[in-house]
């Protein structure tokens, strides 16, 4: 089956610096690529979708100065918190649909981030 | 904007018990339905998809069912384990052009 890595798996960091998540979907190309965040034991919240070559598309309530996305290619996408603060630590997954098969969605193993 | 509600929240069985975890979903044009299992602290396993021309997918001791008319879907566990203990999430894509959105989940818990 398709795979997606993410990178790094947990982070912790200080209040203010900025972190870099990495995406990349292994073995398929990935037009579209989703950023989802989870807080403790409540559901998946999706944040913005990325598309190769284009700006993302920010969901309602989430600042895209402060959370930057980038997809240069068809394997990768970043997600960058900038100036990160506790209320930012959370669970953030990434999801890739692949250009060949677009009814599924594959999902990485997630990336904890805790801010002190 | 499709809302996609699951209950209950938790669920707790001993083992062997069949169980049923409830999916609902605001639109019923809806593209189609995943049914995915998380642990704790890990990512997402995707467990079965259904389209929205089907009725129902297979998989195992899992069976998941789509109710379009209804707005509705049902994952069924038979002779639950231990080893079943997660959450269960239910997400529904309202076009083949969005992402999934995803319910809360039922978080289920097997007693040996």
Known sequence: ?116 | KQEVTQIPAALSVPEGENLVLNCSFTDSAIYNLQWFRQDPGKGLTSLLLIQSSQREQTSGRLNASLDKSSGRSTLYIAASQPGDSATYLCAGRPSGNTPLVFGKGTRLSVIA
């Open chain 1, 1 to 116: 089956g398709a795979v997606v890595s993410q990178h790094p798996s947990r982070v912790i960091c200080k209040s203010g610096t900025s972190v870099k998540i990495e995406c990349r979907s292994l073995d398929f190309q990935a037009t579209t690529m989703f950023w989802y965040r989870q807080f403790p034991k409540q559901s998946l919240m999706l944040m913005a979708t990325s598309n190769e070559g284009s700006k993302a598309t920010y969901e309602q309530g989430v600042e895209k100065d402060k959370f930057l996305i980038n997809h240069a290619s068809l394997t990768l996408s970043t997600l960058t918190v900038t100036s990160a603060h506790p209320e930012d630590s959370s669970f953030y997954i990434c999801s890739a649909r692949n250009s060949q098969d677009a009814d599924t969605q594959y999902f990485g193993p997630g990336t904890r981030l805790t801010v002190l």
